[in-house]
C-alpha cells in the first residue's frame, strides 16, 4: 500500500445514502445545478455563492421553524470581515431548536462518569426530561432576576448538569460562560471577573484520574471575588451539604415545566469563550444564537453525518470549545454522550470502552489520545464491541499518518475516521471531513462548505504544496460577534485580521496539496495544545513568575515529527537559587494551583537567559520553529532580538533536543 492509498473510499451507494449526499441532490433539484457528488463543486458553489448555500442549509434544517423560507437575498446584510450581519431580520433561539426533538423516544443525554474504581454504568436522560428540567432552571433565572444579556457563569464538569444549565441560559436570551473545575482560582477570575456574572453555577469537587478533588474552598474564593454574583447554585458530586446562602441544584430544577424561548435576533449573544490567553488576559469571544445553531446544523449534520438515532460523543472538558461543539449535536436530533473524567482512566482504552458501553455510532476524541493507544499496542477490535461505531473524529492536534492506519488496522476496518482542525474562535471547523471523499493517512479531506479557507504564504499569496498561513477570505455566520470588553473592536481586529486586513488569519500552518487535500502541521502562534486542549502561556507565567526563585521563563508547545507534543518550560534563576527537585516540585504545585494541571510543562530546563523582542514580549513562536527543526535563519532575526546571546544558547539546544 502506498501513502497515497485510501483507507476508506466512499461507494456511489453509501454517497447517495449520505446526508450531504441527498442535501446536494436536493440543491441541485431546487437550484437547477449539476453538482452531483462532487465534493469540489459543491464547496466551489458554497464559497462562491455564500448567500444560496446558507439560505439552503437554513431551508433545509428548518433553522427558522413556522416562518416562511428563507430567500438569498436575506441572507447577508453586509460581508465584511470584522462585521458580517448574518439574517438581519430573522429570530430564533439555540435552545427552542435544540429541544424540538423532545418527541423523541430515544435519550438526549446519556451519562458516565469516574468512580473510585473504575468507569459508571451508563445513565440516560430523555428528551422529555431534558426539556422539563430546561424549563424549570429557565423558570429559576427568571425568579433570580435574570434577563436577557446577563451572564451565567458555569464552574462545572462534563455533567448532564451543565447542559441543563446551557440551554436553560439560552432560551431567556441569558450568556453562558463556564470553565472546568481544575481550573485554579485566578484562572477562573481572569476569566469570570471580565463578564460579571449574576449567576454562579459551581460543582463542589470532581474525580480525575482515580482522585477526588475537593473545590469548596475554590467556589468559596470566587463567591467572595466576584461582587456581581447574586445567587451561587451548587451542584453536589462528593458532598452533601449545600453552602450557607448557596441554592441547590436540585431545588433550581425541582419544578419541571415546558420551557419559554424568547424570540432572539440572530446575532443574540449566546456564549462568551476564552481566548487561551497568550498574553495578558484571556479574551472573551461572544458568538451568538444563529451563528453557532447554523454552523453546527451543518458541521453535524453535512460533514460528521449525525442526525436522530445516533450517539455522539467527543470527549473533552467544559473548558474546551469541543464541549460547545458536542452539546450543540442535540440540534440534530442526536442523543449526546458525555463523560466525566480522565481520558485514561482506569485504563487507557477507556474510550472505547464508553463507545461500548453506550453503543456510540461516533467517536470523537483527540490526536494524542489515538497516537498514545497506537503507541502501546492496543487493539481495541480484539476487546470491544463497537459494531454501532460508523465513525471516529480527531481533532486538537495534527493526526500523524500512524495513527490514522492503527485506526483501520486495531479498531475497525470500515469506520470512517474524520480529522477535524478549526476553533474555539469560530466555534466550528474549517477543514474536516466528509463521506463524499476518500480518507487518506495523515491528511484532512477538505475545507469545510461555506469556509473560503486557503494557504497564504507571507506576502499574502496562495501556495499548494507548500506551508503557509491558513486564513479565511469570506465571512463565516459563526465568527465572533465582538470580543467582550472591546467596544471599539481594536483587540478583535488584531486578533485576527493583521496582516491583511479584511481578511482572518487564525493562526495555525496550512499546506493544501496538489489534490486538494489538506496538512495541518500545528500553531503558528504560541498557543499551548495539550491533549487537545488549547492553553494559554500567561496563567502559566502568572503562577511561575511568583516564586522567587525564578527570573525568567517561557514555555513552548512543540508538535513533534512522529506526533508527540513536548511542552518544556525554560527558567531562568534568580541569582544565588539552582534548579532542584523541590524547586521543580515548587514549579509544578503552582502552576497546578494557579493555572491547571494541563499547564504542568513536561520539563523544567535552566536557561542563562530568555530572549525578547526589542518590546519586550517573550520570542514563543521562533523559540518553538527552532525545536521543531526550522533553519535559525529562517526562525527568527537576532537583529530584533534583546539578547542575541540567549538566543545562541537555544539554537544549541535546539540542535540538542528539537526535531523529534
Given at each position: 500500500?502506498?501513502?497515497?492509498?485510501?483507507?476508506w473510499?466512499?461507494t456511489?451507494?453509501?454517497?447517495?445514502?449520505?446526508?450531504?449526499?441527498?442535501?446536494?441532490a436536493?440543491?441541485?433539484?431546487?437550484?437547477?445545478?449539476?453538482?452531483?457528488?462532487?465534493?469540489?463543486?459543491?464547496?466551489?458553489?458554497?464559497?462562491?455563492?455564500l448567500?444560496?448555500?446558507?439560505?439552503?442549509?437554513?431551508?433545509?434544517?428548518?433553522?427558522?421553524?413556522?416562518?416562511?423560507?428563507?430567500?438569498?437575498?436575506?441572507?447577508l446584510?453586509d460581508?465584511?470581515?470584522?462585521?458580517?450581519?448574518?439574517f438581519p431580520?430573522r429570530t430564533?433561539?439555540?435552545?427552542?431548536?435544540?429541544?424540538?426533538?423532545?418527541?423523541?423516544?430515544?435519550?438526549?443525554?446519556?451519562?458516565?462518569?469516574?468512580?473510585?474504581?473504575?468507569?459508571?454504568?451508563?445513565?440516560?436522560?430523555?428528551?422529555?426530561?431534558?426539556?422539563?428540567?430546561?424549563?424549570?432552571?429557565?423558570?429559576?433565572?427568571?425568579?433570580?432576576g435574570?434577563q436577557?444579556?446577563?451572564?451565567?457563569?458555569?464552574?462545572?464538569?462534563?455533567?448532564?448538569?451543565?447542559v441543563?444549565a446551557?440551554?436553560?441560559?439560552?432560551?431567556?436570551?441569558?450568556?453562558?460562560?463556564?470553565?472546568?473545575?481544575?481550573f485554579?482560582?485566578?484562572?477562573?477570575?481572569?476569566?469570570?471577573?471580565q463578564i460579571e456574572?449574576?449567576?454562579?453555577?459551581?460543582?463542589?469537587g470532581?474525580?480525575?484520574?482515580?482522585?477526588?478533588?475537593?473545590?469548596?474552598?475554590v467556589?468559596?474564593?470566587l463567591?467572595?471575588?466576584?461582587?456581581?454574583?447574586?445567587?451561587?447554585?451548587?451542584?453536589?458530586?462528593?458532598?452533601?451539604?449545600?453552602?450557607?446562602?448557596?441554592?441547590?441544584w436540585?431545588?433550581?430544577?425541582?419544578?419541571?415545566?415546558?420551557?419559554?424561548?424568547?424570540?432572539?435576533?440572530?446575532?443574540?449573544?449566546?456564549?462568551?469563550?476564552?481566548?487561551?490567553?497568550?498574553?495578558?488576559?484571556?479574551?472573551?469571544?461572544?458568538h451568538?444564537h444563529?451563528?453557532?445553531?447554523?454552523?453546527?446544523?451543518?458541521?453535524g449534520?453535512?460533514?460528521?453525518d449525525?442526525?436522530?438515532?445516533?450517539?455522539?460523543?467527543?470527549?473533552?472538558?467544559?473548558?474546551?470549545?469541543?464541549?460547545?461543539?458536542?452539546?450543540?449535536?442535540?440540534?440534530?436530533?442526536a442523543t449526546?454522550?458525555?463523560?466525566?473524567?480522565?481520558?485514561?482512566?482506569?485504563?487507557?482504552d477507556?474510550?472505547?470502552?464508553?463507545a461500548?458501553?453506550?453503543?456510540?455510532?461516533?467517536?470523537?476524541?483527540?490526536?494524542?489520545?489515538?497516537?498514545?493507544?497506537?503507541?502501546?499496542?492496543?487493539?481495541?477490535?480484539?476487546?470491544?464491541?463497537?459494531?454501532?461505531l460508523?465513525?471516529?473524529?480527531?481533532?486538537?492536534?495534527?493526526?500523524?499518518?500512524?495513527?490514522?492506519?492503527?485506526?483501520?488496522?486495531?479498531?475497525?476496518?470500515d469506520?470512517?475516521?474524520?480529522?477535524l482542525?478549526?476553533?474555539?474562535?469560530v466555534?466550528?471547523?474549517?477543514?474536516?471531513?466528509?463521506?463524499?471523499?476518500?480518507?487518506?493517512?495523515?491528511e484532512?479531506?477538505?475545507?469545510?462548505l461555506?469556509?473560503?479557507?486557503?494557504s497564504?504564504?507571507?506576502?499574502?499569496?496562495?501556495?499548494?504544496?507548500?506551508?503557509?498561513?491558513?486564513?479565511?477570505?469570506?465571512?463565516?455566520?459563526?465568527?465572533?460577534?465582538?470580543?467582550w470588553?472591546?467596544?471599539s473592536?481594536?483587540?478583535?481586529?488584531?486578533?485576527?485580521?493583521?496582516?491583511?486586513?479584511?481578511v482572518?488569519?487564525?493562526?495555525?500552518?496550512?499546506?493544501?496539496?496538489?489534490?486538494?487535500?489538506?496538512?495541518?502541521?500545528?500553531?503558528?502562534?504560541?498557543?499551548?495544545?495539550?491533549g487537545?486542549?488549547?492553553?494559554?502561556?500567561a496563567?502559566?507565567?502568572?503562577?511561575v513568575?511568583?516564586?522567587?526563585?525564578?527570573a525568567?521563563?517561557?514555555?513552548?508547545?512543540?508538535?513533534?515529527?512522529?506526533?508527540?507534543?513536548?511542552?518544556?518550560?525554560?527558567?531562568?534563576?534568580?541569582?544565588?537559587?539552582?534548579?532542584?527537585?523541590a524547586?521543580?516540585?515548587?514549579?509544578?504545585?503552582a502552576?497546578?494551583?494557579?493555572?491547571?494541571?494541563?499547564?504542568?510543562?513536561?520539563?523544567?530546563?535552566v536557561?542563562?537567559?530568555?530572549?525578547?523582542?526589542r518590546?519586550?514580549?517573550?520570542?514563543?513562536?521562533?523559540?518553538?520553529?527552532?525545536?521543531?527543526?526550522?533553519?535559525?535563519?529562517?526562525?527568527?532575526?537576532?537583529?530584533?532580538v534583546?539578547?542575541?546571546?540567549?538566543?545562541?544558547?537555544?539554537?544549541?539546544?535546539?540542535g540538542?533536543?528539537?526535531?523529534?
Amino acid at each position: 500500500m502506498t501513502a497515497d492509498t485510501p483507507l476508506w473510499s466512499p461507494t456511489p451507494a453509501s454517497i447517495a445514502a449520505s446526508r450531504l449526499g441527498r442535501f446536494t441532490a436536493w440543491v441541485d433539484e431546487r437550484r437547477g445545478l449539476s453538482l452531483g457528488q462532487d465534493y469540489d463543486a459543491v464547496w466551489a458553489w458554497s464559497t462562491q455563492h455564500l448567500d444560496q448555500f446558507w439560505a439552503d442549509v437554513a431551508t433545509w434544517f428548518d433553522v427558522f421553524p413556522g416562518e416562511p423560507p428563507v430567500r438569498d437575498d436575506e441572507v447577508l446584510g453586509d460581508r465584511s470581515m470584522p462585521g458580517a450581519t448574518w439574517f438581519p431580520e430573522r429570530t430564533l433561539n439555540l435552545a427552542q431548536l435544540a429541544l424540538r426533538h423532545a418527541t423523541d423516544d430515544r435519550p438526549a443525554i446519556v451519562s458516565v462518569h469516574e468512580t473510585e474504581t473504575g468507569l459508571s454504568e451508563p445513565t440516560e436522560v430523555s428528551w422529555a426530561e431534558l426539556r422539563g428540567q430546561v424549563g424549570a432552571f429557565a423558570a429559576t433565572l427568571r425568579r433570580l432576576g435574570v434577563q436577557r444579556g446577563d451572564r451565567v457563569a458555569g464552574y462545572l464538569p462534563n455533567v448532564p448538569e451543565a447542559v441543563v444549565a446551557f440551554l436553560g441560559c439560552a432560551s431567556i436570551g441569558a450568556v453562558w460562560s463556564t470553565c472546568a473545575p481544575d481550573f485554579g482560582t485566578r484562572s477562573v477570575l481572569d476569566r469570570f471577573a471580565q463578564i460579571e456574572p449574576v449567576v454562579l453555577v459551581a460543582v463542589d469537587g470532581y474525580r480525575f484520574n482515580g482522585k477526588a478533588h475537593d473545590r469548596r474552598d475554590v467556589v468559596a474564593e470566587l463567591r467572595a471575588a466576584l461582587p456581581t454574583v447574586r445567587t451561587t447554585i451548587t451542584l453536589p458530586r462528593l458532598f452533601a451539604d449545600v453552602p450557607d446562602g448557596a441554592l441547590a441544584w436540585a431545588d433550581a430544577v425541582a419544578d419541571e415545566q415546558d420551557p419559554v424561548f424568547e424570540a432572539l435576533p440572530f446575532n443574540h449573544p449566546l456564549w462568551i469563550v476564552f481566548s487561551s490567553g497568550t498574553t495578558g488576559l484571556p479574551k472573551g469571544i461572544v458568538h451568538g444564537h444563529g451563528g453557532v445553531a447554523i454552523e453546527q446544523l451543518k458541521q453535524g449534520g453535512l460533514h460528521i453525518d449525525v442526525g436522530p438515532g445516533d450517539r455522539f460523543y467527543w470527549y473533552a472538558s467544559t473548558a474546551w470549545i469541543m464541549w460547545n461543539i458536542a452539546t450543540c449535536s442535540l440540534l440534530t436530533g442526536a442523543t449526546v454522550v458525555v463523560h466525566d473524567g480522565a481520558p485514561g482512566f482506569p485504563t487507557l482504552d477507556t474510550q472505547f470502552a464508553v463507545a461500548e458501553a453506550t453503543g456510540l455510532t461516533y467517536l470523537g476524541t483527540s490526536a494524542g489520545y489515538l497516537t498514545a493507544c497506537e503507541r502501546a499496542g492496543l487493539r481495541p477490535v480484539d476487546t470491544r464491541d463497537l459494531s454501532a461505531l460508523r465513525s471516529i473524529g480527531s481533532t486538537g492536534s495534527p493526526l500523524p499518518a500512524a495513527a490514522y492506519e492503527w485506526v483501520y488496522e486495531a479498531v475497525k476496518p470500515d469506520v470512517f475516521l474524520g480529522s477535524l482542525s478549526g476553533g474555539t474562535d469560530v466555534a466550528t471547523g474549517f477543514i474536516g471531513s466528509s463521506l463524499l471523499l476518500p480518507v487518506v493517512a495523515g491528511e484532512l479531506q477538505r475545507p469545510m462548505l461555506g469556509v473560503a479557507a486557503a494557504s497564504w504564504d507571507e506576502h499574502g499569496h496562495p501556495v499548494v504544496g507548500d506551508l503557509g498561513e491558513l486564513v479565511v477570505t469570506e465571512p463565516m455566520p459563526s465568527m465572533p460577534l465582538y470580543f467582550w470588553a472591546d467596544p471599539s473592536g481594536t483587540r478583535y481586529r488584531e486578533a485576527y485580521f493583521e496582516p491583511w486586513p479584511g481578511v482572518w488569519r487564525h493562526g495555525d500552518w496550512l499546506e493544501i496539496t496538489p489534490t486538494g487535500s489538506c496538512i495541518i502541521t500545528g500553531r503558528s502562534d504560541s498557543t499551548l495544545n495539550r491533549g487537545g486542549v488549547r492553553m494559554g502561556t500567561a496563567d502559566l507565567y502568572a503562577a511561575v513568575e511568583s516564586i522567587p526563585a525564578i527570573a525568567d521563563c517561557v514555555v513552548l508547545g512543540v508538535e513533534q515529527r512522529d506526533g508527540g507534543y513536548w511542552m518544556p518550560l525554560f527558567v531562568q534563576l534568580t541569582p544565588g537559587f539552582e534548579l532542584t527537585d523541590a524547586l521543580v516540585a515548587e514549579i509544578g504545585d503552582a502552576v497546578r494551583r494557579d493555572a491547571s494541571p494541563r499547564h504542568v510543562p513536561d520539563e523544567v530546563i535552566v536557561v542563562p537567559g530568555v530572549p525578547h523582542t526589542r518590546t519586550g514580549k517573550r520570542l514563543e513562536v521562533p523559540l518553538k520553529r527552532l525545536f521543531q527543526g526550522v533553519d535559525p535563519a529562517r526562525a527568527l532575526n537576532v537583529g530584533a532580538v534583546d539578547d542575541p546571546a540567549a538566543v545562541e544558547h537555544f539554537v544549541r539546544l535546539a540542535g540538542e533536543r528539537g526535531a523529534r
